[in-house]
C-alpha cells in the first residue's frame, strides 16, 4: 500500500495539537524531521502521524512534552499501554481507536472494542463510545486527513460486531410492521443503517434490509408494497445541496403512504428544505419517539 502524505493542518486536525505548536516541538525537540517541497512546505509520512498521535495522547494526560520526545516507538508504545488499562474514559479510548485506525491494527481495535463492549453493555457502548468515534473520524474523513481504506478498514470490523448482535435477535413476528433500510445510490456508509435496523429488530419489528447503493428502480417496486410501514435511509457521504432536496422530493413521493425516517451528517451541514412528512433521527430517542 502506498504510503499517506500528511500536510501539518492534517496532523493538527488528527491529534488536537495546534500546528504552531508542532512546529515548535520540531524546532526544539527535534520531534518529526518531515521532508519539504521546493516551496518549504512540510510533508509528513504515515510514521510521522502514529508518533504524533502517540504523543499527544500522553502529553494529553500530563506526560512532559521534553520527556516523551526523547522516547522511541517502543517505549512510547508500552507507556501508552499503561495509561490505556489504568484510565479507561471515553476520550481514552477514542484516542486508542484513531491510532489502532491509522496503524490498520485490527487486531488491537478488535481488543479495545471487546473490551468497551464487556465495560458499557453492547447498546450503551455504541451510544457512548462508538458513534462518538465515527463521528470523530467522519469529520477527519470529510476535510481529507484521512484516507477513505482507513474509515473503512475499521468500519468494516464494528460491522462485523453489529452482523453479529443482528443475528442474535429474533427476526419479528409474521404480523409485525416491516421497516425498510437502504441507502441511495452512491451511498456507502451503513454502520448508522445498521445501528437503527439492530434497534427496530430489537423492538419487534419485521426488517427488510437491503444495505447500501440501492437504485431508484428497485425503491419504486417497494413503494407499492403495503405492508412496508415504516423507510429509513441515511445521508452520510459529500452530495449537493439541490440533489439531496430534489431526491427528498422523489422518495416522499414514492413513500407517500408510508412513515419516513432519515438521518446522517448531511442533513446537519446542508440544512436542506425537508418535506414535512418526513422524520430527522438523530439519535436513539429519537427513533424512540417516533416508533
Request: zero cysteines; charged letters at 25%; hydrophobic letters at 40%.
Amino acid at each position: 500500500m502506498k504510503e499517506r502524505i500528511y500536510s501539518i493542518k492534517d496532523l493538527e486536525i488528527m491529534s488536537g495539537i495546534k500546528a504552531h505548536t508542532i512546529r515548535i516541538w520540531e524546532k526544539r525537540y527535534n520531534l518529526l524531521d518531515p521532508d519539504r517541497t521546493d516551496t518549504n512546505i512540510r510533508l509528513y509520512s504515515d510514521n510521522d502521524l502514529k508518533r504524533l498521535l502517540n504523543i499527544s495522547f500522553l502529553v494529553y494526560r500530563g506526560y512532559k512534552i521534553s520527556k516523551v520526545s526523547t522516547w522511541d516507538e517502543q517505549k512510547l508504545s508500552d507507556e501508552i499501554l499503561k495509561q490505556q488499562y489504568a484510565n479507561s474514559d471515553v476520550d481514552t479510548y477514542l484516542d486508542r481507536m484513531t491510532v489502532h485506525m491509522v496503524n490498520f491494527d485490527g487486531y488491537s481495535f478488535t481488543r479495545i472494542s471487546d473490551e468497551i463492549i464487556q465495560r458499557y453493555g453492547f447498546d450503551e457502548a455504541i451510544r457512548t463510545v462508538f458513534f462518538p468515534f465515527f463521528e470523530k473520524i467522519g469529520v477527519f474523513w470529510q476535510v481529507g486527513s484521512i484516507f477513505p481504506a482507513q474509515e473503512h478498514y475499521i468500519s468494516n470490523l464494528f460491522r462485523q460486531k453489529l452482523i453479529v448482535e443482528i443475528d442474535k435477535l429474533d427476526s419479528g413476528l409474521p404480523d409485525a410492521d416491516i421497516m425498510l433500510f437502504y441507502l441511495h445510490e452512491n451511498e456507502m456508509h451503513e454502520i448508522s443503517l445498521l445501528y437503527y435496523s439492530y434497534l427496530a429488530r430489537k423492538k419487534g419489528f419485521q426488517v427488510y434490509y437491503l444495505g447500501q447503493n440501492v437504485p431508484m428502480v428497485d425503491l419504486q417496486r417497494l413503494g407499492k408494497v403495503d405492508s412496508i410501514k415504516y423507510v429509513f435511509t441515511a445521508f452520510i457521504n459529500s452530495i449537493e445541496r439541490s440533489e439531496l432536496e430534489k431526491y427528498l422530493v422523489e422518495i416522499s413521493k414514492l413513500f407517500k403512504d408510508k412513515k419516513i425516517m432519515i438521518t446522517g451528517r448531511q442533513l446537519n451541514i446542508l440544512t436542506p428544505q425537508i418535506p414535512s412528512e418526513f422524520s430527522v433521527i438523530e439519535s436513539y430517542h429519537d427513533f424512540d419517539k417516533f416508533i
